[in-house]
């Protein structure tokens, strides 16, 4: 048996759950970005097909997203540019987040 994770399976038992279990996977991964927003949302628009309501899906996915992305700026607001800078040149890579796309980011959001 292998030792990985089951991601499909994993997100089709939570999406059994209903509106709160698609709320936990959408706050999970926006706070976790381990998988593309994009793969995990078709998993669980799959996985809640037939199930649920389409509103209340939507709903509760996108209002868990909101949060974890909210959640994300509190982050970098306590932090600062200067420490956030850093932990991005330090720990990007293992979010898929280079220092030169963050830096090109930024200067979209805040020119000089």
Known sequence: MSAGLNVPACIALLAELGPIGIAGVALAEKLFPVLPSYFVFVLLGTAASGRSDLAVTFAAAAARS???????????????????????????????????????????????
């Open 66 to 112: 909101t949060l974890g992305a909210l959640g994300w700026y509190c982050v970098g607001l306590r932090l600062g540019p200067t420490r956030v800078e850093s932990l991005v040149e330090r720990f990007g890579r293992y979010i898929f987040l280079k220092p030169a796309l963050y830096s090109r980011s930024m200067l979209r959001i805040a020119p000089e």
